[in-house]
């Protein structure tokens, strides 16, 4: 673990002489923040995104650059909230197994949404199975679009055929509901993961991590399931 520390002038101006991380002086300025500005960053960046995109067809690039966007932060904001969050626990509850979980670089984001709440919590996420299915398909194309391959494909129009063309899967981006449910499923494993950290203050939990006021009432019933899981 980093250390930082501060050397005070020996004036008792309370002037900082010097800074030191891990027992090395370093120069530049430096700007602490409460871990959870990280996860806001991506939450913020694909709300952000989203709201940019249009219904017009005229829009379609722009829109499914920005759909692109929104979509990679969604996910990017979800794994660094169970990364991060599930550290903090782990080192609150002295939980060695679940720090290494989230450190290791190794585990599935669908683990850690089993495993970690439970070791955590003593209890799933309700709609545990639902969730991780999405999240898997979410994934997937998120596998697809940092790994992006080519399949060739002919268009034959009378005697005219076009050889080499694509279908590209980046089309999906353009549509502004698709992109906003995928940042709901998201979403709403924060908001679950809230409830199992208290029930009474859910509300103020998810917005400490995505500065949103999102709650697990208002995105099931957006997604169209159980506020439950069942």
């Not at 799933?124 to 979410?138: C, D, F, M, S, V």
């Not at 005697?159 to 899967?169: H, P, R, T």
């Not at 980046?170 to 993961?193: G, K, N, T």
């Not at 950290?197 to 998810?206: I, S």
């Amino acid at each position: 673990m980093a250390a930082i520390i501060f050397e005070y002038a020996d004036d008792n101006s309370g002037r900082i002489k010097a800074i030191y991380r891990d027992g090395k002086q370093i120069t530049k300025p430096i700007r602490l923040e409460m871990p959870s500005a990280i996860v806001q960053t991506y939450f913020k960046a694909a709300f952000r995104n989203c709201r940019a995109m249009t219904e017009s067809d005229d829009d379609r690039e722009d829109n499914r650059q920005h759909g692109l966007q929104s979509f990679l932060m969604s996910l990017v904001g979800l794994e660094a909230f169970l990364n991060i969050h599930f550290h903090m626990v782990g080192r609150e509850k002295n939980l060695p197994e679940v720090i290494k979980a989230v450190t290791a670089g190794t585990s599935t984001v669908e683990s850690k949404i089993k495993n970690l709440s439970y070791a955590c919590y003593g209890k799933h996420l309700a709609g545990q199975k639902t969730i991780n299915k999405k999240i898997r398909e979410l994934y997937d194309l998120r596998s697809a679009i940092v790994h992006p391959k080519w399949e060739p494909m002919t268009l034959g129009m009378a005697e005219v055929v076009f050889d080499g063309v694509a279908d590209n899967f980046q089309q999906a981006f353009e549509d502004r509901e698709f992109v906003r449910e995928a940042m709901r499923w998201c979403l709403l494993v924060v908001a679950r993961v809230g409830l199992l950290n208290n029930p009474e203050t859910a509300d103020l939990f998810m917005n400490r991590w995505t500065t949103f006021s999102d709650t697990n009432e208002s995105l099931s019933r957006d997604l169209g399931i159980s506020e439950d899981g069942k």
